[in-house]
Structure formats: C-alpha cells, structure tokens
C-alpha cells in the first residue's frame, strides 16, 4: 500500500471533469475514497454517469483498502473506456493499474499495463517519471535487470526529485556490481530524503558490499536510532548482529 500511496503523491492530480457538476462529484467521490472508502465504492456504484471518472474513484478506494486486484481491475477499465472515448487520462489510469499490480505483488500484469501506459505517448514530466520508474520495479521483479536499468535512467530525467527513484537506482546498482554508480546515487537519494531509513540502510549495504565494514555498521546503526522499531531497523539490527560473527556475511535485505 505504501508504494502505491507514494507514487500517488508524486504524480500530478489528474484534472478532474470538464462539466461542473461532474467535477464536483469526482471531487467528493475522491474524498470519501482517501477517508471512507467503502462510501466511495457505494458513491461510485451509484453514479450511474461518472464513467471512467467514478471507476478511477473506485479504484483509488480499492486501493486504500489494500485490495489491489479489485483497485487494478477498476483503473483498467476506466483506461479502456477513456481510450474509447479518446482521453488523454486513459494513459494515467494505466499507470495506476500497473502500480497497483506491483502493490499486489503481480508484475507481469503490472509491466503490461505500465507497457500501454507508457506507449500512450500521453504522459510527460514527472507522469512520464513515475511511470517508467514503476515499470523499472517490475522489471526488476521479473528478474530483468537490464531493461530495468534502462527505465530508471530515463526516469532520473523527468523525475529527479523522486528520491525512491535514486534509492532504486542506486539498489540496482550494488546488485549488478557497479558500487561506483550505487555510491554515487545513494548519495543523491540521502541529500533529498535524508531521514529515511531505507536509505539508510541501503548506504550500509553498499559500504558493505565495497568492504568497508566500519561504514556499514554506522549507516546501519543511524538506521535504528533514526526510525527505531521500523521494520528498516530490524533489518539493519540483523546486519550489525551478522557483522559481528566471523566470516558470517550478511545478506541484503531485499535479497533475502
């Protein structure tokens, strides 16, 4: 739920009907949908003109309830029916698919529908961003590595500011051994969220991976008090505890 909030909050408002009244109720619709979601699956049912607009309302309810095959289901089918009638949205309805997809831990449906959102040729800017950084996670899920790195260095020029989009980059990075690179945007995803305890965590990981175990056990250790009892911490306690076995080498996180 937390990544797809996330992506949510970074990505631009989507503009809301052209016809007054409509764009009233989308609004409220989109209300209940963030503070009473179940009034906003029944407010979107009972809306028998909303269209796309009230299946994207019911999407982002869905969403807040953590039932993202239903959120996926409902963004996809206001993407089709904005395609019929020729709205640009239709590409930002597929890309909150794809993000729900890869909430509900199904990649392959989420490459597909981030693939049509991003073939729209109607996102830019940070849309365009958000998109193919959630196509990169995908990708990354689906064990291809390669075209993700691709998606995050076309992502890194739209949607700079994004400091999950440096961490993910600089995540790939270490994995594939390119310590350099994941030095280098560990630091750029500290300088734009530096309480953060994934990042914090992860720049203990890569001081590991390029065996500076003095700097690891200090990332790590700021991990904990930063944000003590989250669940970055715990991980990052495992990894001071693996640190003081001999020749007992701690796995990343993500990897284990």
Same mark, same amino acid.
């Given at each position: 739920m937390i990544l797809f909030l996330l992506a949510q909050a970074a990505a631009p408002a989507l503009a809301p009907p052209a016809d007054p009244g409509l764009a009233a109720r989308y609004e409220k619709c989109l209300d209940?949908? /963030?503070?009473?979601?179940d009034q906003a699956i029944a407010e979107a049912g009972a809306w028998s003109n909303g269209g796309y607009f009230a299946r994207q309302c019911r999407?982002?309810?869905?969403?807040?309830?953590?039932?993202w095959a239903a959120a996926a289901s409902e963004f996809t089918a206001a993407a089709q029916e904005a395609e019929v009638a020729r709205d640009a949205r239709a590409a930002r309805y597929w890309a909150q698919a794809g993000n729900a997809w890869i909430a509900g831990s199904e990649p392959a449906k989420a490459r597909a529908a981030l !693939?049509?959102?991003?073939?729209?040729?109607?996102?830019? &800017?940070?849309?365009? &961003?958000?998109?193919?950084?959630?196509r990169a996670r995908a990708l990354v899920l689906l064990g291809d590595q390669k075209a993700a790195r691709l998606d995050i260095d076309a992502a890194l020029k739209t949607a700079s500011a994004d400091p999950l989009l440096w961490l993910a980059s600089a995540t790939l990075?270490?994995? /594939? &051994?390119?310590? %350099?690179?994941?030095?280098?945007?560990?630091?750029?995803?500290?300088?734009?969220?530096? !309480?953060?305890?994934? %990042?914090?965590?992860?720049? &203990?990981?890569?001081a590991y991976a390029a065996g500076d175990r003095a700097g690891a056990a200090s990332a790590w250790r700021e991990t904990i008090s930063r944000r003590p009892g989250s669940d970055q911490a715990r991980l990052a306690e495992e990894r001071l505890q693996a640190l003081g076995e001999a020749g007992d080498k701690p796995k990343p996180p993500e990897e284990r």
């Open positions: 209940l949908a /963030t503070d009473a979601p999407g982002m309810a869905y969403a807040n309830l953590e039932r !693939d049509a959102a991003l073939a729209s040729g109607a996102l830019d &800017g940070l849309s365009l &961003g958000e998109a193919r950084f959630d990075a270490r994995r /594939t &051994g390119d310590l %350099v690179r994941a030095k280098a945007d560990a630091i750029e995803a500290y300088k734009r969220s530096s !309480d953060d305890p994934a %990042v914090l965590l992860e720049i &203990g990981n890569i």
